[in-house]
C-alpha cells in the first residue's frame, strides 16, 4: 500500500498548485506595489497565492477524507477545453463577444457526455451578458461586442 494514496483530489489539488506555481512565476518580473499604490503585478501574483491556498486546501482535504480514487483518464474534456478557448481566441474579434462567448462555452460542454444543451444554452447566454457588462462596460476594456451589427 503506498503512502499517498492517489485519490481524485489529491492529484487535482497538486496539479492546482502547479498551476498556481507557473502564473506566479510568469509574473515574476512585475511589480508588486503596495496596496495604496497597486502594482501590475499584484492581482496576478495575489490570485495565484490564493489558488496555490485552495489546491493545498483540496489536497490536504483529500488525505484526510476518502473520496474517489483516480481513475482513467480521458483526453475528450481537454480537447475539449482546449478548442473551447482557441475557438475564443479567434472568433472574439471578427465575431465579437456576442459570438465568441456562447460559442466557446458550447464546445467546452462538448467535452462531456452528461451536458444538458438547454442548460448549457443558458448558461452561455447568462455569462455572455455577464462578461460583456463586466469587460465592456464596468471596465471598459476594448473588446468588440458584435462588429458585424455594431461596427467595433
Known amino acids: 500500500m503506498s503512502i499517498l494514496p492517489l485519490r481524485?483530489?489529491?492529484?487535482?489539488?497538486?496539479?492546482?498548485?502547479?498551476?498556481?506555481?507557473?502564473?506566479?512565476?510568469?509574473?515574476?518580473?512585475?511589480?508588486?506595489?503596495?496596496?495604496?499604490?497597486?502594482?501590475?503585478?499584484?492581482?496576478?501574483?495575489?490570485?495565484?497565492?490564493?489558488?496555490?491556498?485552495?489546491?493545498?486546501?483540496?489536497?490536504?482535504?483529500?488525505?484526510?477524507?476518502?473520496?474517489?480514487?483516480?481513475?482513467?483518464?480521458s483526453i475528450r474534456g481537454t480537447l475539449f477545453v482546449l478548442g473551447a478557448i482557441v475557438a475564443f481566441g479567434v472568433s472574439v474579434r471578427p465575431g465579437g463577444l456576442l459570438v465568441a462567448g456562447p460559442l466557446a462555452i458550447f464546445i467546452a460542454a462538448c467535452g462531456s457526455p452528461e451536458s444538458r444543451w438547454l442548460e448549457t444554452l443558458v448558461f452561455g447566454v447568462v455569462m455572455t451578458a455577464f462578461c460583456i457588462g463586466l469587460f465592456k462596460f464596468a471596465l471598459g476594456l476594448p473588446i468588440p461586442l458584435a462588429p458585424w451589427l455594431l461596427e467595433y
Open 8 to 73: 481524485q483530489d489529491f492529484v487535482g489539488g497538486i496539479a492546482i498548485i502547479g498551476v498556481a506555481a507557473f502564473a506566479f512565476w510568469q509574473g515574476r518580473g512585475l511589480a508588486m506595489g503596495t496596496l495604496g499604490g497597486m502594482g501590475p503585478g499584484m492581482l496576478p501574483k495575489s490570485l495565484a497565492i490564493l489558488l496555490a491556498a485552495l489546491g493545498a486546501l483540496l489536497a490536504v482535504n483529500a488525505l484526510v477524507d476518502s473520496g474517489p480514487r483516480l481513475s482513467r483518464f
